[in-house]
């Protein structure tokens, strides 16, 4: 798949997920392969410029954590501007825009899914966004507001006029949240009215056969996994696999899911405080568990971590029950 004059490994991204998606959890999926894509959570545009903190923090990358591509939000499309080209510098292969973050302290700046309310403007903000790098721009959205309003195929036709990337739909509405199932036959619709331009699924893939179905039932060109590889940071390979040649390798050992857990923990220990290494962990966890089998005691002991040392002993004492 290619995004621009970027041709991709794999046509399969990894989600922007605020919280979640930071450069120790890039760092630790990659090597796993079937990647394609991986994106940033979403930065404030504002913020990033300004040389907020937290816009800092989540900006991180290194030569390694390639390619990337940053997701940007905001009101302003001349900020946007500035701060995509700054993320240009820094190391950023494709600038995706946010049109779909339903939080209130996005929308309510009129950034986020409240684009969705005004499509004009929101192609206006995309185009000049394209003129001011030399690098794919790309939009993620919802399908519209509510039922009522999926304007999603009408962005996809304006974003193509105005020389966007690729645009990700992911097939809910705003007013959905996260809440009901995802809309394929919606999202077909923008894949349909994207034309050329190349349109990524997303929402709710969980395996490779799910992949498959999201491809087969919209057309679209390429497939955006969030939360499937919280639970199983392995399904872009198994995913790439399925699409490529019809069948999945065998799953990773239990010592090898471990060992990602604790690749993932070091690199996290390695950029931040004890405090915020075990306050990721424990937020994690649970994710994690779902995929190591009968794993109560271990996961319970993570959960309560209060220090690096403590979470090794853990590891190694599930390791040796695993064994
Ligand atoms: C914890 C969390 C944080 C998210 N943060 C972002 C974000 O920063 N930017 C964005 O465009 N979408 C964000 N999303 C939405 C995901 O990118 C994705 O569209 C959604 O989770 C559906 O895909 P999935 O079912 O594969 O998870 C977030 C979702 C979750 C669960």
Request: hydrophobic share 40%; glycine share 8%.
């Amino acid at each position: 798949m290619r995004i621009g004059n970027l041709q991709l490994a794999s046509n399969l991204l990894l989600a922007p997920m605020a919280g979640y998606c930071d450069l120790a959890f890039r760092l630790a999926v990659r090597p796993l392969g079937g990647l394609g894509l991986a994106c940033t959570s979403l930065i404030s545009s504002r913020g990033f410029i300004e040389g907020f903190r937290t816009s800092k923090h989540l900006m991180r990358t290194c030569p390694k954590d390639r390619p990337l591509c940053v997701q940007l939000h905001g009101p302003d499309a001349v900020v946007m501007s500035d701060a995509a080209r700054l993320a240009v510098e820094l190391g950023a292969a494709v600038i995706d825009i946010n049109m779909g973050c339903p939080a209130g302290k996005v929308t309510r700046g009129n950034g986020g899914a409240a684009w969705l309310r005004r499509p004009g403007d929101a192609a206006r903000m995309a185009e000049t966004v394209v003129k001011s790098v030399d690098v794919p721009v790309t939009v993620k959205v919802r399908l519209g507001p509510d039922d009522e309003h999926i304007v999603a195929p009408e962005l996809a036709r304006r974003f193509a006029e105005v020389g966007v990337a690729a645009l990700t739909v992911h097939g809910r509405t705003t007013a959905q949240r996260f809440s009901g199932k995802v809309h394929l036959e919606r999202i077909a619709e923008a894949v349909s009215a994207a034309g050329e331009m190349p349109t990524i699924g997303n929402g709710d893939v969980k395996t490779p056969q799910d992949a498959v179905a999201m491809i087969e039932r919209t057309g679209c060109a390429g497939v955006m996994i969030g939360r499937g590889a919280l639970r199983d940071p392995w399904i872009f390979r198994d995913t790439d696999s399925f699409l490529r040649t019809g069948s999945v390798p065998p799953p990773p050992a239990i010592a090898e899911r471990v060992a990602l857990i604790r690749r993932h923990f070091d690199y996290v220990a390695s950029m931040e405080s004890e405090h915020r290494t075990c306050h990721m962990i424990r937020q994690r966890i649970s994710w994690y568990a779902k995929k190591l089998g009968p794993c109560k005691r271990f996961k319970e002991q993570v959960r309560a971590v209060d220090s690096v040392m403590k979470f090794h002993q853990y590891v190694d004492e599930f390791l040796a029950e695993v064994d």
